[in-house]
């Protein structure tokens, strides 16, 4: 069969890109490996999707090339989405730090992307194995579903995070096989693990989560450091896995915004346990695992200085050290990948295979923790579908 465009991967980059080019007029087919579309929209976000975010720029990405997003993000801003929302009666709110959620649920957003694809005469082939990709003038692609040619062949199959959902490394083999170059590749918005030593002792805290700021070198990240089984999880941990270089600790404060020194230190004469006075401000549990740590067992009356020092530089500096970051079946995304100096930016075209595209969190772009991953999945496949 032929077609003017071949999309592999119907999930948010993909079908952006299929509705772009059906709406100028393109003839696409859209193929995918799993029964159903955008399997990572629906359980993005807890089920509500964090589709997008108001504060947007290159800042909020890592990449080897941070300028590469520019361009894109420049064409669809998160203005166009919530408009492209709001033409569907879907309804968002925004919460911390601008991020975008559906008010109901994640499928609305899957059901809207179906709508326009039928609406721009896309067509989808589900369950469909690709063994084989040609270059001839055009791409010819062998299938258990019969072959197909086109013009220009998009992949965007994503990252390798979430294999239960469909993702794989067709999208990184389909880069190398066009002698394009792949970046190292590892998961990132993840859960880190602890030794199994450590696990031991902090395992007793799973579900304990404090509010904390979490830095590695200059990059740091304020808010919820949640205990789990075996390591460590919540917002903050998620965002600085992406940064961390797996060598050395990360450094936790666990009171941030606070000076616990001087609190002690204004309450020196009380004969108030530290424990008692500690957990005003962090939970009881993790207060009673670390006094026990510390053998921190007095009146705070009966600590010298040189103690309350100590005890401050342990909260405002705990040097959490994870074993590694949990792998890629709990990570949300992954880090790196198709790397930009063969993509053009404008266009998201392989410089070394004219009429291939690549799109999404296939590319070596990698967003925040807060709708930035699905929005570049937007941005990206928005500005392939000028062009394919
Ligand atoms: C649990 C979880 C929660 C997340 N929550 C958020 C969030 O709230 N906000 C946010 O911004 N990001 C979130 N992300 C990340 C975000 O979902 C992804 O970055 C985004 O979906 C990437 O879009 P994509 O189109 O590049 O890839 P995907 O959406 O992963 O789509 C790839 C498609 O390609 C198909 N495919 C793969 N291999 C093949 C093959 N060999 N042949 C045919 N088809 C193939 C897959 O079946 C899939 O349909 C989350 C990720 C996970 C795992």
Same mark, same amino acid.
């Given at each position: *069969?032929?077609?003017?465009?071949?999309? @592999?991967?119907?999930?948010?980059? !993909?079908?952006?890109?299929?509705?772009e080019?059906g709406?100028? !007029?393109?003839?696409?087919?859209?193929?995918?490996?799993?029964?159903?579309?955008?399997?990572?929209?629906?359980?993005?976000?807890?089920?509500?999707?964090?589709?997008?975010?108001?504060?947007?720029?290159?800042?909020?990405?890592?990449?080897?090339?941070?300028?590469?997003?520019?361009?894109a993000?420049?064409?669809?801003?998160?203005?166009?989405?919530?408009?492209?929302?709001?033409?569907?009666?879907?309804?968002y709110?925004?919460?911390?730090?601008?991020?975008l959620?559906?008010?109901?649920?994640?499928s609305? =957003?899957?059901? *809207?992307?179906?709508?326009?694809?039928?609406?721009?005469?896309?067509?989808?082939?589900?369950?469909?194995?690709?063994?084989?990709?040609?270059? #001839?003038?055009?791409?010819? =692609?062998?299938?258990?579903?019969? @072959?197909?040619?086109?013009?220009?062949?998009?992949?965007? #199959?994503?990252?390798?995070?979430?294999?239960?959902?469909?993702?794989?490394?067709?999208?990184?083999?389909?880069?190398?096989?066009?002698?394009?170059?792949?970046?190292?590749?590892?998961?990132?918005?993840?859960?880190?693990?602890?030794?199994?030593?450590?696990?031991?002792?902090?395992g007793?805290?799973?579900g304990?989560?404090?509010?904390?700021?979490?830095?590695?070198? +200059?990059?740091?990240?304020?808010?919820?450091?949640?205990?789990?089984?075996?390591?460590?999880?919540g917002?903050? =941990?998620?965002?600085?896995?992406?940064?961390? +270089?797996?060598?050395?600790?990360?450094?936790?404060?666990?009171?941030? &915004?606070?000076?616990i020194?001087?609190?002690?230190?204004?309450?020196?004469?009380?004969?108030?346990?530290?424990?008692?006075?500690?957990?005003?401000?962090?939970?009881?549990?993790?207060?009673?695992?670390?006094?026990?740590?510390? &053998?921190?067992?007095?009146?705070i009356?009966?600590?010298?200085?040189?103690? =309350?020092?100590?005890?401050?530089?342990?909260?405002?500096?705990?040097?959490?050290?994870?074993?590694?970051?949990e792998?890629?079946?709990?990570?949300?995304?992954?880090?790196?990948?198709?790397?930009?100096? +063969?993509?053009?930016?404008?266009? *998201?075209?392989?410089?070394?295979?004219? !009429?291939l595209?690549?799109? !999404?969190?296939?590319v070596?772009v990698? &967003?925040?923790?807060?709708g930035?991953?699905?929005?570049?999945?937007?941005?990206?496949?928005?500005?392939?579908g000028?062009?394919?």
């Amino acid at each position: *069969m032929q077609t003017e465009v071949i999309i @592999i991967g119907a999930g948010a980059s !993909g079908l952006m890109c299929a509705i772009e080019a059906g709406k100028r !007029g393109r003839s696409v087919l859209v193929l995918d490996h799993c029964e159903k579309p955008a399997r990572k929209i629906l359980v993005s976000g807890g089920g509500r999707c964090n589709f997008s975010n108001r504060v947007m720029g290159p800042e909020h990405y890592i990449s080897q090339n941070p300028d590469f997003v520019t361009s894109a993000l420049s064409r669809f801003t998160p203005p166009d989405f919530l408009a492209l929302l709001e033409s569907h009666g879907i309804g968002y709110q925004e919460r911390e730090e601008g991020r975008l959620f559906c008010n109901e649920s994640a499928s609305e =957003i899957a059901r *809207m992307l179906r709508s326009e694809c039928e609406r721009a005469g896309v067509r989808l082939q589900f369950n469909c194995r690709v063994s084989e990709m040609i270059k #001839t003038d055009g791409f010819r =692609i062998e299938t258990d579903k019969g @072959i197909f040619t086109s013009e220009s062949l998009v992949i965007a #199959t994503g990252g390798l995070s979430y294999p239960q959902l469909g993702a794989g490394n067709f999208g990184y083999l389909a880069a190398k096989q066009f002698e394009m170059r792949v970046t190292k590749l590892r998961p990132a918005l993840t859960p880190l693990r602890f030794s199994p030593e450590d696990a031991r002792v902090f395992g007793r805290l799973a579900g304990v989560s404090i509010a904390s700021r979490v830095s590695q070198g +200059d990059t740091c990240f304020q808010g919820n450091l949640l205990f789990t089984h075996n390591g460590v999880s919540g917002p903050a =941990i998620l965002q600085i896995s992406a940064y961390w +270089d797996q060598l050395s600790s990360l450094r936790v404060d666990l009171l941030p &915004g606070l000076d616990i020194y001087s609190v002690l230190i204004e309450k020196r004469r009380s004969k108030t346990l530290l424990s008692t006075l500690l957990a005003q401000y962090l939970p009881k549990r993790f207060v009673k695992l670390w006094c026990d740590l510390h &053998g921190a067992a007095k009146p705070i009356n009966q600590y010298p200085t040189n103690e =309350i020092e100590s005890i401050a530089r342990s909260l405002h500096g705990w040097a959490l050290c994870a074993e590694g970051p949990e792998g890629f079946n709990k990570a949300e995304v992954t880090l790196g990948g198709v790397d930009t100096v +063969d993509l053009s930016s404008r266009t *998201m075209e392989s410089k070394k295979a004219p !009429g291939l595209y690549f799109v !999404g969190e296939v590319v070596d772009v990698t &967003g925040r923790l807060g709708g930035y991953n699905l929005h570049w999945a937007w941005a990206s496949g928005h500005a392939a579908g000028q062009f394919v």
